[in-house]
């Protein structure tokens, strides 16, 4: 995992999940470098209760990040989770 600075650059909307224990939150939130126009940006999930919490877009979020890779029918994707994200004052 990875903890970085990051500006909120936008949030979708709180859906419901099927899991094997039920119902769980999901949102999706990208994320940008502090550094100007060509800086890098991420699309994270957020699950669970941490996917409640909206974030004010262009504020600044302490967020630990984990990478992961999965291959599906030959093709390789990478997914990016927050598993924990606090906005700072």
Same mark, same amino acid.
């Given at each position: ?5 990051? =500006? ?7 859906? =419901? #999940? ?7 939150? =999901? ?26 919490? =909206? ?19 030959? #093709? ?14």
């Amino acid at each position: 995992m990875e903890t970085k600075v990051l =500006k909120v650059v936008a949030q979708t909307e709180v859906t =419901k #999940v099927q899991t094997k224990n039920g119902e769980k939150a =999901k949102c999706m939130i990208r994320l940008k470098e502090v550094g100007g126009e060509y800086a890098d940006e991420y699309q994270c999930s957020l699950l669970g209760d941490i996917a409640l919490t =909206k974030f004010a877009v262009d504020k600044l979020v302490a967020v630990s990040l984990r990478f992961s890779t999965h291959e599906s029918n030959g #093709v390789y994707y990478q997914d990016i989770m927050a598993n924990e994200i606090a906005q700072i004052n």
